[in-house]
């Protein structure tokens, strides 16, 4: 069966600290794979994508990988602060389902000072 | 620019009753998308418009659920009647161009309670 992976547990980080989430998943093919931030009561907000043929994205503090091989993602928060604090959520973009999004249940990162 | 906004922002209802969520996309994006969290499960695409056309519908759950989005401005999410299942959050989002290489902006989502 097709699914998405995020880390269910909370990740807790020293501020300053490397923030690393990691998305997996099976039985689809992304042509895009999109990473949203979402903080409580609020809708989610777009961050960075990569395309399948990009190994990694970078913006800011913010990076990207992108591994179809092992099926999987990951998203770098460097130098993290406490407002980085939020639910973060990988979304694919299946090749057969070009405009919609497929959602992970997403990551809740609490970054402490 | 006015982001995507949503009404209302909350609503609580009774089993077999009727309710009809309201989005606004941002003006001039042609492609509009409603998604909804159920409690403790991730974000599900219900359906894609593109201007007045149903792009793909496949989300859905049941034809208890209507989506319209006459004039290809606002759209409309109408539930009749509500059952218990349908309490979640619901999303609207919108983005200027389709496909999955374009970020979606999303709205702060309707709370459907139905009781």
């Not at chain 2, 974000?43 to 208890?64: A, C, T, Y």
Request: aromatic fraction near 10%; hydrophobic fraction near 30%.
């Amino acid at each position: 069966s097709q699914k998405i992976e995020q880390n269910s547990e909370a990740l807790n980080i020293q501020e300053g600290k490397t923030a690393t989430l990691t998305c997996n998943y099976t039985n689809y093919s992304p042509a895009y794979l999109q990473w949203y931030r979402q903080d409580p009561g609020r809708g989610p907000v777009f961050l960075l994508l990569i395309r399948e043929n990009e190994k990694e994205k970078r913006k800011e503090r913010l990076k990207v990988t992108f591994d179809t091989t092992l099926k999987q993602s990951l998203f770098h928060i460097t130098a993290s602060q406490p407002a980085d604090s939020a639910t973060y959520l990988c979304a694919l973009v299946s090749s057969g389902g070009y405009n919609k999004l497929i959602f992970g249940a997403g990551t809740r990162l609490a970054v402490h000072p | 620019e006015a982001g995507v906004t949503q009404f209302p922002s909350h609503s609580v209802i009774e089993k077999g009753q009727t309710v009809t969520l309201r989005c606004d996309p941002i003006s001039g994006h042609d492609n509009l998308y409603w998604y909804r969290r159920v409690m403790g499960k991730e974000i599900k695409f219900l359906l894609h418009f593109v201007k007045e056309s149903k792009q793909d519908e496949s989300g859905m759950p049941n034809n208890r659920f209507l989506a319209e989005r006459t004039g290809g401005t606002y759209s409309t999410l109408k539930v009749q009647p509500a059952e218990l299942e349908d309490s979640g959050v619901y999303f609207c989002a919108s983005s200027q161009l389709p496909g999955g290489s374009y970020e979606q902006y999303f709205g702060p989502g309707t709370r459907l309670t139905v009781t």
